[in-house]
């Protein structure tokens, strides 16, 4: 069993050390490590992370400190800085992962090899050394060495082709959705490897594999691609804002906003037409045709879906929510960023961590980081770091270099 | 009648030996997560009865149950009644045998079956409780219904998609159900080397809403630091460009082309046969292909037409650009990648029947994919596939060493069915 002298156990996950040398598609997996109470280093190049410089910025005035993008995907971790292009760099860089638990890195798969710093390099000085890749298309195959952003890994998962509308193109989920499920795997992944070499007798580390791809494919399962091409020779397609799965199903304008409703049970229809002709006062809605599971009403869908607008648009968006479910319906806002900061179940979930920045003009702002709800632990909260800011702590006080030797680095611009 | 005990298929060692899960709950999210430490090599007993089935049982609607392996496997499957009183003194054995209980039963319904926290508690101090809802379990909206699909709008991801003054946009999938499937397995395994060094346990919750909100990226910050909405870019980028998916030969394909730089560009005119048009000098720097985007889009889209998705993704790679095509299922299937990493593995399935029990439905062939994570020392394995009921020998028996007689007598009264 490892010794962590300090660990208490007010954050769920041990502070393990952990490099994380990804770029913004694989992040997200140092980010929720260190957020649960890894120690999550940041390696960067001198110049900084490339998305220091991507933005938004407050006020949009360009400050490598303040990119919005690059405070999200590392809240919670530290920052070295160290150039991997040079020799001395290299050194460095070798030593830092002789003590690590775990290397997490997006790199193309050569780049680190070709460098001698790949996990065959590494893991001689450090048997237990974990290493994570998370690259577009995993590292064996005939696409490994296929560079992709998130749209093109949205495209090739499929994940795009039931993304939008079904008579114009397949669209782009915009939070950067595939962002997350390959992160989310690694994160899984390497939590079992340290599990396996210290609490289950494994002693050593390994490799982890994870294709963005693969782990997008896996985000949209219920939609069955592969399933429904080989059992009935169809590809599966957009159904849209209202879907014809579940009918009604999808986003209604009402009068500030839309409302998001799906009903599928004999029951909730029922309920649905009583509440539609207390309102409406439209007969139309009581027709013994409509009544039953959700696609019996399939070939009446224009006709429901007219007789929903009616009703909703007498009502706000919260008005039906509230309503809806005191009825016993799914309905449910759709939301801006503004909705879900004032949302009073997340105010009350634990969900958002306030962080305050000490340097530049963000103040204080909300992070959404309590993804588990505990009474016994809780995330961290500090804010994504500064370009370098542990340099001293990791060079001097941990590797234990000198003030001279770190000053030697800057002039070569290695630190 | 008992089976007989079956045995899983072993590959190697695995991470998470020794550990052992009880899953209690219907759907996608909270099976995915039984999955995925179950791959990981937890016992992973899943509690579940033929009287009240997972609707999931019967989807696709098309092929009933033959989706069910993708979130079924490598796991033992038991059926209990908890609504008897055996019933319910068998899962609290279970529960003293166990290290982590997971479930997404409503505080009233756990209450009413008298398999409270308090009482998981009393009968296994140091259980990890995993506990997962909807849209909170405490709080405003505790007793409110969802589902997946929905919770994109709920979570605000739907007015981050597509374009301005569109509708929402919507994916066709039980959306952020897969982010907390993928969650629940690391704050489990966290919790329990939490366990192991400071012998605390911890009751975890997690809902579905919480997880779609928490991957909204960095509009989340913009909105509270500048006043500012979402940007709604379809499938242009804040950077690259062009940047955007473009119809290529046939009914309904795409490619997607991100060219986030100078030198990407430049191959992707020579990709394209250097055409007159692309050699202008408004598309010769990233803010010139910015002004001029739409024109810029057209041309491009004028080249794919074309050609086939699959082709052009391979030229374009090949030559430094990337680019995927929009995948089908049919691409998926035969994708030779895919393939050569043994993602989709063929699997057994049993098509679901209501008013049957369970192992006497029709057997028939389904596919499913694996776990997306290679590891290296602790090989995950495509996992056995068990039907309901399959393992009652197994975990009655083995597990809690109740004899035959035993098992069938409550067989027969259907505690244990």
Known sequence: MPRFDEYTGEHLIPPYRILDLTDRR?????????????????????????SRTLGPYPGDVSDGEQSLDFLFYNTNKRSITLDLETDAGRGVFRRLAADADVIIESYDRHYLTDRGIGYDDLRGDNPGLVMASVTPFGSTGEWADYAGDDLVVMAASGYMQITGEPDEPPVRQGNEHSHYPGAQYAAVGILAALYYRDFADGGVGQHIDVSSQEALITYYTDAHPALLWRKLGQNVTRVGTNSTLVIPLGAYPCQDGWIAAGVITPREWDALAEWIHEVTGNDEVLNEAYRGGNQDRAEHIDIITALFLEFAENFTVQELFHEGQRRNLVFLPVNEVADLLADPQLAESGFWYDIEHEDGSIGTIKYPLGIFHSEEVSARRRPAPALGADNVAVYQGELGMTAEDIAQLKADNVI | MTSSVTQLPQVGPSALSGIRVVEFGPYVALPLTGRILGSLGAEVIKVETNKVLDEMSFIPAWSRGAGQPEYQRGKRRITLDVRTEAGRDLMLEMVRISDVIMTNFRRNVLDRWGIDFPEIRKQRPDAIIMWQTGLGGHGPYYTYKSFGILVQHLSGVSLMTGLPDEPPGVVNTSYSDYHTGVFQPAGIIAALMRRNLTGKTATLESSIFKSGVATGGPALLDYQVNGRGPQRRGNRDAWAVPHNVYACAGEDRYIAIAVSDDEQWVQ????????????????????????????????????????????????????????????????????????????????????????????????????????????????????KYSNIGEDNAYVFGQLLGMPNSEIERLEAEGVIY
């Not at chain 2, 020579?270 to 985007?293: F, I, Q, S, V």
């Not at chain 2, 090949?318 to 393939?339: I, R, T, Y």
């Not at chain 2, 389904?366 to 394995?381: H, L």
């Open chain 1, 26 to 50: 694989a992040a997200f997996c140092g980010r929720l490590l260190a957020d649960y109470g890894a120690d999550v280093v940041k390696v960067e190049p001198p110049s900084g992370d490339p």
């Open chain 2, 268 to 383: 992707l005119r020579k990709a394209m046969g250097d055409p007159e048009w692309a050699a202008a000098a408004e598309y010769e720097t990233r803010l010139g292909r910015r002004r001029n985007e739409d024109t810029l889009d057209a041309g491009i889209a004028d080249w794919t037409r074309q050609h086939e998705s699959l082709d052009l993704m391979e030229k374009l790679q090949a030559a430094g650009v990337p680019a995927g095509m929009v995948s089908q299922g049919q691409d998926l299937n035969e994708n030779a990648h895919l393939k050569s990493r043994q993602f989709y593995q063929d699997t057994q399935y049993w098509e679901a029947q209501r008013d049957v029990k369970a192992t006497e439905w029709t057997e028939g062939e389904s596919v499913s994919w694996s776990i997306p994570a290679k590891m290296s020392a602790t090989p995950i394995p495509f996992g």
